[in-house]
């Protein structure tokens, strides 16, 4: 066994180019994200009065070594920081995980690789929904098209955002309810169908907006303002729905 | 143990420096000599190119067509390698806003603001197919790339403009 400080300095030490790429990368909400993991990771260890099995330092320095060949700068961080957690943590636990792994700057890496199906399933999730309240739109990749318009799903509309936020919002669900594995990923999956329904109804309000269908001033300020009560109401939905089984 | 841990510390710090063989880079087709009806003229390397040429296994050049920049970038797969504009004028301390899709040479392109101190920029990104596909941003680009729906080689067009 060994100390959890001794532990988590041997895996920042294996782990020092992740670091050194997470220092790199965190700007923005990214960088505020990185801070709160430190703080919390630093009180964790200070704290600590626990020890780590020897052979989990070695598997976590493994994976780190592994992760270093992979050259990918995001399994790297993600590495480091799930062998500081576990060093951190006596009893780690799935949610808490994620917490530590959504903290890092994963919203660049997110935008590229989900933005676009995303973007696909906010406009077929869109174009259902104006269907069903009676507006005969078209659908043509990401764009809706309506009386010779042509609505574009761009990169901001995406949701990315919005679903890093409920999965956020799904993992401190499931450390304060201490969830289970399999509750976890229900939890995961809910986030993720709220995120996509909240987009769509986000894009269908829009659409009446810059349609002129609806005579609200326009501009960035209104596009603003509906993303904004979109989230709010996506988010005032998960909340009872992720803390169900809390309040049972 | 101790010395198994001693070994997995020494393999966990050392396997970033491994040499790596560098990313085979696609041969250089001719940049085009004309963006949009106007002459392009080769400029040097700008202060953010290091930054989008970093593990690209493709070619970058910068131009001027008398009135904004281009950055051009050529590339032959699917890469992480292909940074978003965003990303690289976040990270050089831009504020970023986004603005609505434009038309540039004749296809629709991303756009947002970069803003800096006095510097204000418009920065419009699309990415354009040998096959005639036209993509209007890098994320949109990358899963037709894996996907093969779309089998390249690609131009990614990058066009910055000072608007105040």
């Not at chain 2, 992480?80 to 978003?84: K, M, N, Q, S, V």
């Given at each position: 066994m060994i100390p959890a400080y001794l532990a988590a300095l041997l895996v920042a030490g294996g782990g020092w180019h992740g670091l050194w790429l997470l220092a790199g990368r965190a700007d923005g909400v990214g960088l505020a994200t990185a801070l709160a993991l430190a703080a919390a990771l630093g009180w964790a260890l200070v704290r600590a009065s626990h020890a780590v099995p020897a052979f989990h330092v070695a598997l976590l320095l493994v994976g780190s070594a592994l992760a270093g060949l992979s050259n990918t700068a995001l399994i790297e961080i993600g590495a480091v920081v799930a062998g500081l957690y576990r060093c951190a943590s006596v009893r780690p636990r799935w949610p808490v995980l994620a917490l530590a792994l959504l903290a890092v700057p994963v919203l660049p890496t997110l935008d590229v690789l989900v933005a676009w199906p995303l973007r696909r399933a906010s406009a077929l999730a869109t174009a259902g929904l104006l269907r069903m309240n009676g507006v005969g739109v078209g659908l043509e990749g990401v764009a809706l098209e309506w009386h010779g318009q042509r609505l574009l799903f761009d990169g901001p509309c995406s949701g990315v955002r919005m679903l890093w936020a409920l999965l956020v919002l799904a993992s401190l669900a499931g450390a304060v309810e201490r969830a289970s594995p399999l509750r976890f990923a229900g939890l995961l999956t809910a986030a993720a169908a709220v995120a996509l329904a909240g987009n769509a109804l986000r894009a269908a309000s829009l659409f009446y907006v810059e349609t002129g269908s609806v005579a609200v001033p326009g501009g960035p300020a209104m596009h603003e303002a509906v993303g904004l009560a979109a989230f709010a109401v996506a988010a005032a939905v998960a909340v009872p729905l992720l803390s169900r089984k809390v309040a049972a | 143990m101790r010395a198994l841990l001693a070994l997995a510390a020494l393999l966990a710090a050392g396997a970033p420096l491994l040499p790596r063989s560098a990313a085979p880079r696609p041969p250089l087709h001719p940049w085009p000599t004309r963006f949009e009806g106007r002459p392009l003229r080769p400029l040097p390397p700008g202060v953010g190119d290091a930054m989008l040429a970093r593990d690209f296994p493709g070619h970058v050049a910068r131009f001027s067509d008398g009135r904004r920049q281009l950055i051009l970038r050529q590339v032959a797969r699917a890469t992480?390698?292909?940074?978003?504009p965003r990303d690289c004028f976040g990270s050089m301390g831009y504020a970023l806003s986004p603005l609505p899709m434009r038309v540039v040479a004749g296809s629709l392109a991303s756009c947002f603001q970069a803003e800096r101190k006095q510097e204000r920029l418009r920065v419009c990104e699309q990415v354009r197919s040998a096959g005639g596909m036209v993509h209007p941003d890098v994320p949109g680009w990358y899963w037709h790339a894996v996907t093969r729906v779309d089998a390249g080689p690609w131009l990614a067009v990058m066009t910055v403009e000072r608007v105040g």
């Open positions: - | 992480r390698g292909l940074h978003p």
